[in-house]
């Protein structure tokens, strides 16, 4: 399977890390997908598996020179969807960074072109793939908290240093789509129901001088069926906590709660006393699941409808926290 | 000092509590405060004081006749507002339940009156006293994380039985003002900033038959200096679980994140390595430093502002699930 990366800013690495699940996974091209991005990383990853990927100039000539089954994109997150049109139009399997794009307008033609390409096509909401998430989530598809009702989510980040793309909305995209799509993502994955409306505010406040990235958001939404949904995300976890990230789901359901934090998945129901630590399920790599949905094997846990609608509440969150308006979808 | 007590719904026993504490405590009579309501449950907890409370069947009587320097009010909720407007029309100190009302007019003219009585007046927000709440609240207070950004707090009890009187919006009130309300507490204590606007949503979906009373719901507020907070409440806690109650805050600053859990209080800054677990501090108990305040000698921690700005941000947040809006402060 040829693989082609474009862009060094994301986590492209997903495609490594499935290699050993995977080893028909070939790195064969890399080029960055913004201006100013340098993508040798992506080579010397290549490289560290015993592979050597080309390294382009320009990704367009790299898609027509190396006619790739798949490509990877994470570039700056500005360039998500110019770039992710790019590979659609030329027909090819695309695994690309959330958010897809940056602005509904080009999400909607992506989604367009899309529907038209009959490619397959995941955002990279890998951390469904996380063991403790992954863990949780069957639990819930298996009845253990019966019929969800309330979701709330935290992804809390250590600042640290950024690069200069994360300083403007126009490559950054925003502290809700790049951080927060991933409680986001959470939220709708475990709820299992379809978006209805949100409501959401975002502050730029005590940035260390990092321009109009957010430190901290918070986003309500509003599902069918009168379930919901709250995520708190936020740049504020200090430098010297035990982890970089403090990510978190808690889902309360008819029957039960269950709950991910540190790693760990706790449920509470009535079929037991007390609180259960559940043992995690090992979770296979992302990448090598996608790639077997691209041989027509099966399907990995990212659907393109979720692709899309996550990345539509991302930037529907960010649209309602701008505005502070409620939202619909 | 002479106190009465209307009621026997909510928390009354924060009068008894105190005693040990402040054996000037006496509670002289005891009367129901909504039609049906069976008072004699407080005048029992008076006789295991050794102390005999008479029993009324008429507040507005016994107010009348025991002329005490203190009323707690804790009948049904949706009486909550007519009753305290009686103590406050006759000048004596109000120890009230929360909401303090169920409705906006009311609240208006329940504050216009206390205004004009020169009395001292606290809601019964006294999860402010739990001692790992009051250890974290001085911590923040003594800087521990910088300035308060990002807010979550979470109310999440067992159902249970419950009386007829939460099936009816009219004499329950609504969840968000009953169980959410600490939750809403604590997140502006905290924040220690002034409401702006509240978006929210509730669901009275799966509560088991019980009419109007909601299972879940969902608060955000936007504080002023762009302090946001979200608290999430629900019934949906199973009744195996190892207590009633999961009650949490976390509170996330420019220099720290402080979070309640479990009845502890853990703190991450850059002060020490990795995840300090706070020493509990000893909590004075509530009605003893509300008797104080009545005597000149001090102030609660929940003073008469707090206690109506928070049952105002009850009401406007169970207008904005009720109406899907936004609304403003």
């Given at each position: 399977m040829k693989v082609c990366i474009v862009?060094?800013?994301?986590?492209?690495s997903f495609v490594f890390r499935a290699m050993e699940q995977?080893?028909?996974?070939?790195?064969v091209g890399v080029a960055p997908g913004?201006?100013?991005?340098?993508?040798?990383k992506m080579a010397k990853m290549a490289e560290k598996q015993g592979q050597s990927a080309k390294l382009y100039d320009d990704y367009r000539e790299m898609l027509d020179q190396e006619k790739p089954d798949v490509v990877a994109v994470n570039c700056f997150f500005g360039d998500h969807g110019k770039v992710n049109l790019e590979v659609l139009q030329r027909r090819i399997h695309l695994f690309a960074?959330?958010?897809?794009?940056?602005?509904l307008e080009e999400l909607e033609l992506l989604e367009k072109e899309y529907k038209a390409a009959n490619v397959e096509l995941a955002a990279m909401?890998?951390?469904?793939?996380l063991p403790a998430f992954y863990t949780a989530w069957h639990a819930v598809q298996d009845g253990a908290i019966g019929q969800v009702r309330l979701l709330t989510a935290q992804k809390s980040y250590r600042l640290g240093t950024r690069p200069d793309?994360?300083?403007d909305r126009k490559t950054y995209g925003g502290t809700i789509p790049w951080v927060g799509s991933h409680a986001i993502d959470w939220i709708y994955w475990f709820a299992g129901e379809e978006f209805v409306s949100v409501a959401a505010q975002h502050s730029a406040m005590?940035?260390?001088?990092?321009?109009?990235?957010?430190m901290s958001a918070l986003c309500q939404f509003r599902f069918s069926n009168e379930v919901m949904g709250s995520a708190n995300i936020d740049?504020?976890?200090?430098?010297?906590?035990?982890?970089h990230g403090d990510d978190r789901v808690r889902v309360a359901g008819t029957k039960g709660v269950i709950e991910v934090m540190d790693g760990k998945v706790t449920l509470i129901n009535d079929q037991s006393e007390g609180i259960q630590e559940l043992a995690l399920l090992d979770a296979p790599a992302f990448f090598a699941e996608f790639a077997k949905q691209v041989r027509g094997e099966g399907k990995c846990l990212v659907s393109a409808k979720d692709s899309f609608e996550v990345t539509k509440a991302c930037l529907l969150a960010r649209e309602a926290a701008d505005k502070q308006e409620i939202v619909y979808f």
């Amino acid at each position: 399977m040829k693989v082609c990366i474009v862009g060094a800013s994301g986590h492209g690495s997903f495609v490594f890390r499935a290699m050993e699940q995977d080893p028909s996974i070939k790195v064969v091209g890399v080029a960055p997908g913004s201006e100013g991005e340098d993508a040798s990383k992506m080579a010397k990853m290549a490289e560290k598996q015993g592979q050597s990927a080309k390294l382009y100039d320009d990704y367009r000539e790299m898609l027509d020179q190396e006619k790739p089954d798949v490509v990877a994109v994470n570039c700056f997150f500005g360039d998500h969807g110019k770039v992710n049109l790019e590979v659609l139009q030329r027909r090819i399997h695309l695994f690309a960074e959330k958010p897809l794009a940056t602005e509904l307008e080009e999400l909607e033609l992506l989604e367009k072109e899309y529907k038209a390409a009959n490619v397959e096509l995941a955002a990279m909401l890998g951390l469904r793939y996380l063991p403790a998430f992954y863990t949780a989530w069957h639990a819930v598809q298996d009845g253990a908290i019966g019929q969800v009702r309330l979701l709330t989510a935290q992804k809390s980040y250590r600042l640290g240093t950024r690069p200069d793309f994360f300083k403007d909305r126009k490559t950054y995209g925003g502290t809700i789509p790049w951080v927060g799509s991933h409680a986001i993502d959470w939220i709708y994955w475990f709820a299992g129901e379809e978006f209805v409306s949100v409501a959401a505010q975002h502050s730029a406040m005590y940035n260390n001088g990092l321009g109009d990235l957010e430190m901290s958001a918070l986003c309500q939404f509003r599902f069918s069926n009168e379930v919901m949904g709250s995520a708190n995300i936020d740049y504020l976890r200090p430098a010297k906590a035990p982890t970089h990230g403090d990510d978190r789901v808690r889902v309360a359901g008819t029957k039960g709660v269950i709950e991910v934090m540190d790693g760990k998945v706790t449920l509470i129901n009535d079929q037991s006393e007390g609180i259960q630590e559940l043992a995690l399920l090992d979770a296979p790599a992302f990448f090598a699941e996608f790639a077997k949905q691209v041989r027509g094997e099966g399907k990995c846990l990212v659907s393109a409808k979720d692709s899309f609608e996550v990345t539509k509440a991302c930037l529907l969150a960010r649209e309602a926290a701008d505005k502070q308006e409620i939202v619909y979808f």
